[in-house]
């Protein structure tokens, strides 16, 4: 229960693929900012809506706690935190608000070059390393496929050449970093790209109003680019 605000709070990466034009696209919804010394939170000026820079990973989890609105983050975080949420029994929370058009990627099950990819059948009793443990395991129950996942915060893509996986389950944009651990991707378990994430429940009247001129805004920005 955080105390009433009169002011919209949007979280975005603080350094990364999504940091600047998560803020360009911002910026040409007209906000700006007065900056704080250690970049952190960016106070509003034209419009009372203030900046929280953060890693990526965290911005779900602030929306659901109501520290922030809002957050620009890529859907396959949102998505595999809120199959996390589901698989422990907690509500919703958050949701996509609006797909913004960059940070494209998709989410893909890669093998080894020298597989003959028959299709997912093959994946059984195979271990999978992955840093999307939710979205893998949900995918693995919709095709029937029991499967291990072997859970990996970072190099994913070295665990087969390691012995340490059979296949993986990663990001993959250009498919180049795939190709250097000679993997090859064989099916996509989700298109990615930066959204617009918010509260399940809507915000109350001040805040609801902010988002709602900031929606407005957005959209007609998106309009423009596309
Ligand atoms: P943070 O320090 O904020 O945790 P990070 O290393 O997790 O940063 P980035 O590598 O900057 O995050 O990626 C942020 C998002 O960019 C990803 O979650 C994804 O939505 C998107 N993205 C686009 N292309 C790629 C790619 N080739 N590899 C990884 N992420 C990509
Ligand atoms: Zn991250």
Redesign the pocket.
């Known amino acids: 229960n955080t105390p009433a605000r009169d002011r919209l709070r949007i979280a975005i ?7 600047d034009p998560a803020r360009a696209l911002l910026t040409s919804c007209g906000l700006s900012w007065r900056e704080s010394r250690d970049r952190l939170f960016c106070y509003g000026e034209s419009l009372p809506v203030d900046l929280l820079l ?5 911005i779900p989890g602030l929306i659901a706690e109501g520290v922030c609105d809002l957050g620009i ?5 949102l998505l595999e935190q809120g199959y996390d949420r589901v698989v422990n029994g907690n509500p919703p929370a958050f949701r996509e608000w609006r797909a913004l058009g960059f ?3 998709r989410l893909a099950l890669a093998v080894p070059d020298g597989w003959d990819w028959q299709g997912p059948e093959q994946l059984a009793g195979k271990r999978i390393a992955t840093s999307y443990p939710a979205s893998l395991t949900r995918w693995l129950a919709e095709q029937g496929i029991d499967a291990k996942v072997v859970l990996l915060s970072g190099s994913v893509e070295i665990a087969p050449r390691l012995g340490q996986a059979d296949a993986i389950c ?5 498919g180049a ?1 795939l190709a250097a651990n000679q993997l090859k991707p064989v099916t996509t378990l989700l298109e ?3 959204v617009l994430a918010g509260p399940a429940e809507p915000l109350d009247a001040t805040r609801g109003e902010l988002a709602d001129l900031l929606l407005r805004r957005l959209d007609g920005a998106l309009r423009i680019r596309h």
């Open positions: 990466q603080k350094s990364g693929r999504l940091a953060v890693r990526d990973d965290d983050v890529g859907r396959n975080v940070g494209g990627c990663d990001l993959v944009s250009s970093t990615s790209e930066a």
